[in-house]
T-cell receptor
């Protein structure tokens, strides 16, 4: 069984400040981990993914995340927030599908709404 | 290359009515999924299809049925809509690059 916990349903930062969104996971198999972003009234866009190749993963829009197995964490960071980063962010975990031909079903956290103040 | 497309974008139903949400992907992915999104609950898996011809229940399958019509298309059917099914529905497909989501269908059941 897999699960994801996102700590903090709302995070507020000032423009130019560090963004830190927390994600902890539970998985009985080696996990694949993802961060998605959702802008209002839109679908989900993949920010970055961890697939065991490297523990520090860089994604789009200046975001990065570090996989820490000992802490079962995959926190999302960005050194300097922009107003355009305001959105809802979802952490997700999966394994492989039954045939091993792709990632399997995603289990999502509850989401963190990021607000950026000028 | 349109990615994942969903129709309709919006729908209002009365309790007891039925409807089918359509989803198609043009990325040649084997796996496809239906999720629902409700405030404060993230996205929850309704049904998924690991490959053409196979479907499996997810976390919240009650009140829904699915059909994997071919490799491209995966539809979700509500046989008798209930107010508890008011939600935003997302279709997704995946490969080893990740999961790709459609724009969503906003469904209201009165």
């Amino acid at each position: 069984a897999q699960s994801v916990t996102q700590l903090g349903s709302h995070v507020s930062v000032s423009e130019g400040a560090l963004v830190l969104l927390r994600c902890n996971y539970s998985s009985s198999v080696p996990p694949y981990l993802f961060w998605y972003v959702q802008y209002p009234n839109q679908g989900l866009q993949l920010l970055l993914k961890y697939t065991s190749a490297a523990t520090l993963v860089k994604g789009i829009n200046g975001f990065e995340a570090e996989f820490k197995k000992s802490e079962t964490s995959f926190h999302l960071t960005k050194p300097s927030a922009h107003m355009s980063d305001a959105a809802e962010y979802f952490c997700a975990v999966s394994g492989l599908n039954a045939g091993g031909t792709s990632y399997g079903k995603l289990t999502f956290g509850q989401g963190t709404i990021l607000t950026v103040h000028p | 290359n349109a990615g994942v497309t969903q129709t309709p974008k919006f729908q209002v139903l009365k309790t007891g009515q039925s409807m089918t949400l359509q989803c198609a992907q043009d990325m040649n992915h084997n796996s496809m999924y239906w999720y629902r999104q409700d405030p404060g609950m993230g996205l929850r898996l309704i049904y998924y299809s690991a490959s053409e011809g196979t479907t499996d229940k997810g976390e919240v399958p009650n009140g829904y049925n699915v059909s994997r019509l071919n490799k491209r298309e995966f539809s979700l059917r509500l046989e008798s809509a209930a107010p508890s099914q008011t939600s935003v529905y997302f279709c997704a497909s995946s490969d080893f690059q990740g999961g790709f989501f459609g724009p969503g269908t906003r469904l209201t059941v009165l």
